[in-house]
């Protein structure tokens, strides 16, 4: 890995002492180390960038240390965060189907540094980290898991729905391939209020093969819409590989007259680097499509063991060799701007915030009974709703 | 039962907050005169006289029949429906940015039954956005747009083809409010025409009222003059809710004289066509003109029917109905959905369960056969209610 430094002598400021951390336990807290925020470091990603019908961005990136350790604990934060989520749902506080994100967490982190939270995301149902990547908290995460009022949705849309509309991230959603034409939708949005920002629509290797993706993405093109497609190739569709189920699993270039980049989605930087090539392209021509190249370590959901359509060494080599959280911890190591046992002692602390937000939404209060009624419309007729055996009034539609 | 009626009959009452236009309330001034598409002259008044011959008897296209004053003295505007259609449309355009129109063919073409006729030269083409035929993604991204605040239109040329888009407007338009515990509000008007036609096929006749009713999340309004085409095309834009207007293909050349002044509709309010005492005959959209022919006749015979145009399909106007059934005690319900499933089969479950006390007859049901839409005509005319069937309904009902 070939890594240059270069250093503006007099900037550097010691940072001051880790701030306490607030009790919403967001992303991105301060760390106490002798990085400075104006270093600037140019990392080589870990393998060039390929391009369909486009020029593709360079391999060197720059970064800061700040970011690195930022990306660090955010990548640490999710992980942490989804394994908590496999247990809570084998202890059954989580039910239903529940998606884990644990491996592709470079998609979310890269991504959110390339972008502003005016420009949107949305995803299908593999959402949680994205949420936190948005500025979700894990209180948030884990109430809606368990179905708590004081969750993302209220308690009423579960894993499958988590949003945070002021935030722009569009959801969470549970049909295969549905969200791309709403992901057109907010990019003609954007087009039509002339917002200069842009969409991100992500599915997976499985929806690529959706109709709908080709109609809205021939749509975007026709209309220049600042819409960037983002396919997170993970290379299982559930238990189908992506060659038995794709003639062409060449993702990014299914686009066909859409320019396309292939990116290694275990690679932090290079995530960032693709997504912003991708905003100032979207801008400027229309739309895009990434692919990322990533892996996820737990089945399909947690109904789905992982290890019936691929084997246990594959899921481990991976581990070892890709794992984009060890990737940076390397990284930092390497360039000396940290050290083990501060890198340690965040891991510590982030297990400690996920228990305390687990612990937090385990005693928060499950949605009241008139809230089955609520939302359904945005401003009703006052019209009386009973329960299933009409002989008691539950509520007035508002 | 009593108690939940009341509930219903009391809470139902109107509370928007916006001024509009009640039926009933649409004469403001003493003067103001308007021939309704049946021809037949309202003010509330009663017909004058149980022996007037006055038979139509094309049901559908009735180009406003000569009524004695000249149309130059009388105030308000004359126009077909799919005019009034167009001119709510633009009204609307014309008043919030935001709404912006979606479809295939409705802008440099003009919309393939001309209701957006202008609009694209009006207001540029992303504005009135012609479309590929991707039914479920430009649904989709009608409905991804509103959730960004914009409030678009989605034209389906033929409300059969939206079952295309049948995923979209279950899942992401009816739902999304709920699941994202109120974060979002897609506050889109899905609209087109469907019913059965003149000869255009199974697959071009549909009745899409009857698939959509159960999604949650949605409002669902059927227009059938232009009257009631303007206001409620008007009130579904501005509502906050997703909202599919029914229109009608048979219909869009009726022409009627309409107020000048603006004028909303209530979504949720039926419409009185025509009070009476012995009958309630419930209706929405191609067979309330069926209806009226059959009126005809039952005066002639000396029934006196009301007939109420239910307009609201989801939810219904209890209020309306229930006020009506507790007046005349006999229901027939009038209806151009199949009898499985279709909206009739949800309104008689719905009086039933509220009205029953008041009922001294079953509930008839007058609906197109459970078959697809045959092609030849004389076929087709067996599919769907003739007035015929209705009047031998009523008589039977009022024994």
Known sequence: MALSTSLRSNLIKPLTALTALSSTHRLRSPFSSSADDATVLTIETSVPFIGHNCEPPSRNVETTPKELLGFFHDMALMRRMEIASDSLYKSKLIRG???????????????????????????AYRDHCI????GGTLFECFSELMGRQSGCSKGKGGSMHFYKKENGFYGGHGIVGAQIPLGCGLAFAQKYSK???????????????????????????????PAILVCENNHYGMGTAEWRAAKSPAYYKRGDYVPGLKVDGMDVLAVKQACRFAKEHALKNGPIILEMDTYRYHGHSMSDPGSTYRTRDEISGVRQERDPIERVRKLI????????????????EIRGQVDDAIAQAKESPMPDPSELFTNVYVKGFGIEVAGADRKEVRGVLP | MAAIFQGIGAAAALPSTEKFHSQSRRFVSGSLFVVRSDGRPSLGSSPRSRGAQHLITNAVAAKADASATSTASKPGHELLLFEALREGLEEEMDRDPRVCVMGEDVGHYGGSYKVTKGLATKYGDLRVLDTPIAENSFTGMGIGAAMTGLRPIIEGMNMGFLLLAFNQISNNCGMLHYTSGGQFKIPVVIRGPGGVGRQLGAEHSQRLESYFQSIPGIQ??????????????KAAIRSENPVILFEHVLLYNLKERIPDEEYVLSLEEAEMVRPGEHVTILTYSRMRYHV?????????KGYDPEVIDIRSLKPFDLYTIGNSVKKTHRVLIVEECMRTGGIGASLTAAITENFIDYLDAPIVCLS????????????????????????????????
């Not at chain 1, 190591?333 to 340690?344: G, I, Y």
């Not at chain 2, 056969?369 to 309904?393: H, K, S």
């Open chain 1, 195 to 225: 917002d200069e920002t842009v969409t991100f629509a992500m599915y997976g290797d499985g929806a690529a093969n959706q109709g709908q993706l080709f109609e809205a993405l021939n749509m975007a093109a026709l209309w220049d819409l």
């Open chain 1, 97 to 123: 189907f529940c998606h884990l994100y644990d491996g592709q967490e470079a998609v979310a982190v890269g991504m959110e540094a390339a972008i502003t939270r005016r420009d949107c995301i949305i995803t």
């Open chain 1, 333 to 348: 190591l390497s360039h000396e701007l940290s050290n083990e046992a501060e890198l340690k002692s965040i891991e510590k």
């Open chain 2, 292 to 300: 009226m022919q059959a009126a005809k006749t039952l005066v002639n």
């Open chain 2, 220 to 233: 669902m309004v059927a227009c059938s003059t232009p009257y009631n085409a303007k206001g409620l095309m």
């Open chain 1, 131 to 134: 949420y936190l990547g948005r």
């Open chain 2, 368 to 399: 197109s056969q459970d078959v697809p839409t045959p092609y030849a005509g004389t076929l087709e005319e067996w599919t769907v209610v003739q007035p015929a069937q209705i009047v031998t309904a009523v008589e039977q009902l009022c024994q």
